[in-house]
């Protein structure tokens, strides 16, 4: 069995692991809407974004962040999104003497409850200077959709391994699906499940998944 995986602590590799999933061409230039961000440009952002809440929600969801160990007094862009699609811009903030700011940022209404999203921060020039763990973006119902593969039984939680690299333990009726299955799963974020640190999925629908 895997360890559970700390998403603080593997943001950052779950948004490079996100790179090898583009299908279609890399944005690269920036965009009156979006930014494209270069996997190699990540390197930069070295930093962490604390806390934010909500953890999840859908398009619309207005979400408070707090970060410390900014560069102090620094202009600074903010942006949601996916490396799939780009970034949003979401407005400047100014860090303080400390380098702390806290601010809100909206969920656009393009982002997808099927792709992982994460916010970031990006000096004046759009090189990147810091991202957030995981940020959960579900439909208007507060269902998240995953595709991956079923991997264990119990204990105490079976997981799917999602096509994003993120693992998801799974509480609710998986009716006669097996480790090894390629499935699309649906549901709501299990605060409640005890799943060994694993996000969980409360799910209510499954079924194979077309490449499966």
């Not at 299955?181 to 194979?208: F, K, M, S, W």
Request: glycine content about 8%; hydrophobic content about 40%; aromatic content about 8%.
């Amino acid at each position: 069995m895997e360890r559970p995986h700390d998403y603080t602590a593997h943001a950052m590799a779950v948004v490079i692991g996100l790179a090898t999933l583009v299908t279609a061409p890399t944005l690269e230039a920036q965009t009156r809407e979006r930014v494209g961000v270069e996997p190699q440009d990540l390197d930069f952002a070295d930093r962490r974004l604390d806390g934010f809440s909500p953890r999840s929600g859908p398009p619309g969801t207005v979400v408070t962040l707090r970060a410390t160990d900014m560069p102090p007094l620094a202009p600074l862009r903010m942006g949601v999104g996916a490396l799939r699609f780009g970034f949003e811009e979401a407005g400047w903030v100014l860090a303080d003497d400390d380098g702390t700011f806290t601010t809100e940022i909206e969920i656009p209404s393009w982002a997808r409850h099927d792709v992982v999203h994460l916010f970031i921060v990006f000096d004046p020039y759009f090189v990147p200077v810091a991202l957030s763990s995981v940020f959960h973006v579900t439909d208007r119902d507060g269902n998240v959709r995953r595709q991956g593969r079923i991997m264990n039984e119990k204990n105490p939680c079976p997981f799917l391994r999602g096509a994003d690299g993120v693992p998801y333990a799974l509480t609710g009726d998986l009716a006669d699906f097996q480790p090894g299955d390629d499935v699309v799963v649906e549901g709501p974020i299990d605060n409640l499940a005890r799943c060994e640190g694993y996000t969980t999925i409360q799910v209510t629908r499954i079924r194979h998944s077309e490449s499966s």
